[in-house]
């Protein structure tokens, strides 16, 4: 520590200017300004956009009262060494004006004026600063007393643009941003991103090694304001937490907070200086290269930070520094293998979980300038087993099977609550008791996307028996003028509809109008989100009974297919007045993928004037899309719900510029962090209202909400695109979607249960009781589950999803595939994307002289229980999907029967067949 203080006081001089004015400043890489009267941040623009505001400098007159907090002020707790309560201390409780003067660096200001109660003897004041062309805050803390202080929360308020009220989409679009930590003490950053995703961005780092980021606090502030606050257009702000002892000895104490909580201890006479640093990245790709200009390693794990037990991943970490020691926590759960540094400035791990252990480990790296840094990660069950255990808790816990239930609602795969451990059967948020809308529908949906791809044959006939005895004729009209219309909610709270049942007195049934649902209101046929939930059911069947012929026992597969198929063309459909029976038709809904894989089956199966009806529903869409600047609407203000479907159906339609935009327009809320909670993690923060547990109906910032899985499509679809997929800039797409697409890993629990979303409030920190909206979270990761084969142009070979041998001189490239499904496969050095619609790859290699593929396909009699077949036959289809002249590639195996929609390979009972595939000549 430092013992003393050259220069820090206040007295009068020229400079000093009582509540001084505005006060305008640039530096190389930004212009702005300091509010008048407190010196907070008011404005800060980059130069290489000076119309651009990464602050709410336009709201900044009716945000600049007490309790409002800006980018300058600091909140801190503080005791007398041995004391016990801590004291509170904050800029931004009474907001008063302070005295500053211009001089020196930008600005500095003595802070003891606006800090009611701080006793004369502890001295606090506020620096802004240039450092490279940069924009540096930092504050000074000096004990004159004579007694030691402790000071057991530090914390420096981080406000920037996401304040979307009263804008439109465009202008939301347009000015605001997005605020993401990653919680990595002397290594952590945050990043300010705007949601055009085109940068340039804000990237704020620590300003020296007393600064680091231990934890992410959201700060209240009053609520009932004109611009509202910890609302669905203002999520609200959140303070760098350089110390947390003092919250987790109190607000925290029920919690395992990210990184062990500190604090510091002042003696008499010793002062110290904290502070951040703000630079600009060009881009949003380009965020961590602004970081390691900043003087920060840089951690990048492959495939992310969700590790399954049976997948090997790799981190790498980039620093000038020597790495003097590696820890991790829970002893254990980890454990690494030091390649050294690989001919760069990358160091090389391999990073592997114990079988033993599950759930949240931590890796802590130490560098020879004493700085450590934490990287997050979560332990999963191998995911072939996670799938297996949701599917058997889904069809099991969660199956309700009361059929004298006065809602009709069994047989069903019902929500469920984790903390009673029983089925939600009554909520006042009717849908989530009621197998509609997310909230409800989710575990059945998830229920049907797993039959899908991995079927079984208890499961199937369970949801069979929902289909024909829930689904089609209670939660589905089947019959008249509305036939085939998905009501909203099967549960409805109407008492003298339902004589003799009592509904929980727990609840407030009348409180919010319009919320808890009459009959009339439930039974309503025009949420067009509910039909999504119902075809991929009956398309999940299809596809369990297409790929294991004997499997159904109620409906043929095509039965099923037509179904999906109906639902969905009567969502877009006129009712006999003329006009449109659904609400949101138009815009991108959630999980609508599925509707792609639902049309290439219709034209699989011959279907083709259903497919050509389908098709021109969803081209007409797409038209209507290409004509807007922000088409993604939804039911709320701003969403990151509609980018999934406009993203799909403009590819699929060949709208490049459109697909683009929105590929940009994720980027700009789905960050890539070296946590798992943030990594790949795109915007929610209100669905713990619809979907999640009563107890904690809030909006909060959540961690693997259903966006991560659902975005995580569009920028994996795009990376296989890439023109050149082994670039950098390309692969950030597969680290940010593969990210997205591994959190809902992380969703399922040790005994199979899927939660909705993560609770990140440091105070709360786990997961959402309610299984709730999984659903769609899932739908993503299954759709997605891919294993990929990347050569990167620092690190080498890499897979995300498997693991990676190389022999052979470096040539050939074996790769096991581990994730969900196993059935699709990418090798981007030739842009070849394979997928099987059963069975299992087991193994692919590829040889990098030659370019020769060969596929190793594997038939499921052992993975589909209850079910058993010998020869199986298996379609593969397989595409290049970018233009790569020079590297077209054929079939190289003959003889393979071809059907419409792929390649029909006969896998013997003892497996596996081989399929190759060649560089054309
Ligand atoms: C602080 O200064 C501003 C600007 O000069 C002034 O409008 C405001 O009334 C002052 N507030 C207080 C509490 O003195
Ligand atoms: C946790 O914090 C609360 C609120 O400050 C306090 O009442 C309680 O005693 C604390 N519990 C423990 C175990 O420290
Ligand atoms: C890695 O380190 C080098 C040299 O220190 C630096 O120039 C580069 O920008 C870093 N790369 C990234 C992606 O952080
Ligand atoms: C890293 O270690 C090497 C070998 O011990 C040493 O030569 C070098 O100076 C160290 N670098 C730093 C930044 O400490
Ligand atoms: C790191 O910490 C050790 C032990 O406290 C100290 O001796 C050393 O000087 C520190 N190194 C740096 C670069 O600060
Ligand atoms: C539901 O009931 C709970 C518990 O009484 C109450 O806190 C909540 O506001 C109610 N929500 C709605 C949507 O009515
Ligand atoms: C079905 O018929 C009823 C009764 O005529 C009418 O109110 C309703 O709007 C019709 N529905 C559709 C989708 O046309």
């Known amino acids: 520590m430092h013992a003393k203080l050259p220069f820090l006081t206040f007295a009068a001089s020229a400079f000093v200017s009582c509540c001084i004015a505005q006060v305008n400043f640039s530096t190389i890489n930004f212009a702005g300004n300091f509010a008048k009267g407190s010196g907070v941040l008011e404005s800060l623009r980059p130069a290489s956009n000076p119309a651009f505001d990464f602050s709410p400098s336009d709201v900044f007159h009716v945000r600049n009262g007490p309790g409002q907090y800006h980018t300058g002020d600091l909140t801190f707790r503080y005791r007398r060494v041995g004391g016990s309560s801590w004291s509170e201390a904050d800029t931004a409780a009474l907001r008063l004006n302070v005295t500053s003067v211009v001089a020196g660096g930008l600005l500095t200001t003595g802070l003891n004026q606006a800090i009611s109660g701080l006793p004369p003897t502890l001295k606090v004041s506020r620096s802004w600063s240039k450092k490279y062309g940069d924009l540096t805050l930092s504050f000074t803390i000096q004990n004159i007393g004579t007694d030691g202080i402790e000071l057991g929360s530090l914390g420096i308020p981080i406000e920037f643009n996401n304040i979307f009220t009263g804008r439109t989409a465009v202008e939301t679009t347009a000015k605001c941003v997005l605020v993401d930590p990653y919680i990595g003490l002397d290594a952590g950053y945050v990043q300010v991103t705007r949601l055009t995703g085109t940068g340039p961005d804000l990237v704020i780092t620590p300003l020296n090694g007393d600064s680091k980021l231990e934890a992410w606090r959201f700060l209240s502030e009053p609520e009932d304001v004109p611009l509202g606050y910890e609302a669905q257009t203002y999520e609200g702000n959140y303070a760098w937490q350089i110390y947390s002892k003092a919250y987790a000895e109190h607000e925290w104490n029920q919690t395992e907070p990210w990184n062990a909580p500190t604090s510091k201890v002042l003696e008499a006479g010793e002062y110290m200086t904290v502070g951040l640093r703000f630079s600009v990245a060009k881009s949003t790709q380009r965020i961590e290269e602004a970081v390691s200009k900043a003087g920060l390693p840089v951690a990048v ?293 599925v509707w792609g894989d639902l049309l290439a089956d219709l034209k699989a199966e011959n279907y083709s004037s259903e497919a050509s009806a389908m098709e021109a529903v969803m081209r007409s869409r797409q038209a209507g899309w290409a004509l807007q600047p922000d088409p993604y609407g939804s039911e709320m203000a701003w969403d ?226 209850g079910y058993n077949r010998g020869h199986q036959q298996i379609v593969m289809k397989w595409e290049q999907t970018a233009q790569q002249a020079l590297k077209k590639m054929e079939l190289g195996t003959t003889g393979m029967k071809e059907r419409l929609d792929g390649y029909l390979v006969e896998v013997p009972r003892q497996g596996p067949a081989v399929v190759g595939f060649t560089a054309c000549v």
């Open 640 to 865: 990151s719900t509609g980018e999934e479907g406009v993203y799909y159906w403009s590819q699929y339609f060949n709208d490049n510029s459109t697909a683009q935009k929105t590929v940009d327009a994720i980027r700009g809320y789905m960050p890539t962090v070296p946590h798992w909670g943030w990594n790949g993690n795109a915007r929610r923060y209100w669905d713990f209202l619809y979907a999640g547990s009563v107890q904690l109906a809030r909006i909060e910032r959540q961690i693997h909400h259903y966006g991560s899985g659902l975005n995580s499509l569009p920028l994996m679809s795009n990376y296989r695109a890439s023109s050149d997929p082994g670039t950098i800039e390309a692969i950030y797409d597969l680290r940010v979607g593969y990210g997205g697409n591994q959190g809902p890993l992380s969703n399922i629990d040790a005994g199979g249960f899927g939660s909705m979303a993560f609770h990140s409030y440091p105070d709360t920190m786990h997961w959402d009781a309610y299984s709730g909206d999984y659903g769609p979270n899932f739908l993503g990761h299954v759709l997605g589950a891919a294993t990929y084969l990347v050569e990167h142009p620092i690190f080498g070979w890499l897979s995300f999803g498997g693991n990676v041998q190389e022999s052979q001189h470096d040539t050939l490239i074996t790769v096991e595939p581990k994730d969900t499904l196993r059935q699709r496969l990418f090798v981007a050095p030739v842009s070849l994307y394979v997928t099987i619609d059963s069975g299992m790859i087991s193994s692919f290699t590829y040889n990098d002289t030659s370019r020769e593929v060969r596929v190793n396909v594997l038939g499921d009699e052992n993975s589909v229980e």
């Open 301 to 593: 794990g492959i495939p992310g930070y969700v590790l399954p037990q049976d997948l090997t991943g790799k981190l790498f970490i980039n620093t000038t520094e020597n790495i003097t020691g590696v820890a991790v926590e829970p002893k254990g759960a980890l454990s690494l293998t030091n390649h050294g540094r690989q001919q760069s400035s990358w160091y090389m791990f391999d990073i592997q979980a114990s079988q033993y252990a599950f759930g949240r480990a931590k890796v802590d790296v130490t560098y020879s300038d004493n700085r450590t840094q934490a990287i997050h990660y979560w332990i999963a069950h191998s995911s072939k087993a996670a799938i297996s255990e949701l599917g058997s808790f889904l069809t099991h816990e969660q199956w309700y099977t009361n059929t004298s239930d006065p809602f009709g609602r069994a047989p069903s795969v019902i929500t469920y609550d984790r903390d009673t451990n029983d089925y939600v059967l009554q909520d006042n948020r009717t849908w989530i008791a009621g197998l509609s809308d997310e909230g409800g529908a989710g575990s059945f949906l998830a229920a049907g996307m797993k039959q899908a791809f991995s079927a079984n044959a208890e499961e199937v006939a369970k949801l069979e028996a929902m289909v024909h005895e829930v689904v089609w004729g209670r939660l589905q009209i089947s019959s008249g003028n509305e036939t085939y219309a998905v009501r909203k909610s099967l549960f409805y709270y109407q008492p003298e509809l339902v004589p003799g049942y009592e509904y929980d007195p727990y609840f407030n049934w009348t409180s919010v109008p319009g919320e808890t649902w009459s009959k009339e209101a439930a039974y309503l046929i025009d949420r067009t989100y509910d039909y999504v939930h119902v075809s991929a059911l009956y398309w999940g069947l299809y596809r369990a009974g297409r790929t294991h012929p004997g499997l159904l026992t109620q409906q043929s597969p095509d039965w099923y297919l037509l179904q999906a198929y109906h639902t969905v063309m009567f969502a877009y459909s006129n009712s006999s007045n003329g006009t449109p029976v659904t609400d949101y038709a138009n815009v991108g809904l959630m999980g609508e993928t």
